[in-house]
């Protein structure tokens, strides 16, 4: 399994949620990660419903 720390930022440029998300493939892409990251800050339910469009992620090294 292969670890990475995700930040998901909002379209103001802040930080709304930081996690490290586990995968099974140790070959996985950033972009997996972030994807991951994304999906579960907009069920959190942390970030509003109208902001989810505008959420991006950035994996932390």
């Given at each position: 399994?292969?670890?990475?720390?995700v930040e998901?930022?909002?379209?103001?440029?802040?930080?709304?949620?930081?996690?490290?998300?586990?995968?099974?493939?140790?070959?996985?892409?950033?972009?997996?990660?972030?994807?991951?990251?994304?999906?579960?800050?907009?069920?959190?339910?942390?970030?509003?419903?109208?902001?989810?469009?505008?959420?991006?992620?950035?994996?932390?090294?």
């Amino acid at each position: 399994m292969a670890r990475q720390l995700v930040e998901v930022i909002d379209r103001h440029g802040h930080v709304v949620e930081s996690c490290t998300i586990e995968l099974d493939d140790e070959a996985c892409m950033d972009v997996e990660y972030e994807e991951v990251a994304i999906v579960l800050a907009q069920n959190s339910g942390r970030v509003p419903r109208t902001e989810h469009i505008h959420l991006r992620a950035r994996c932390v090294r």
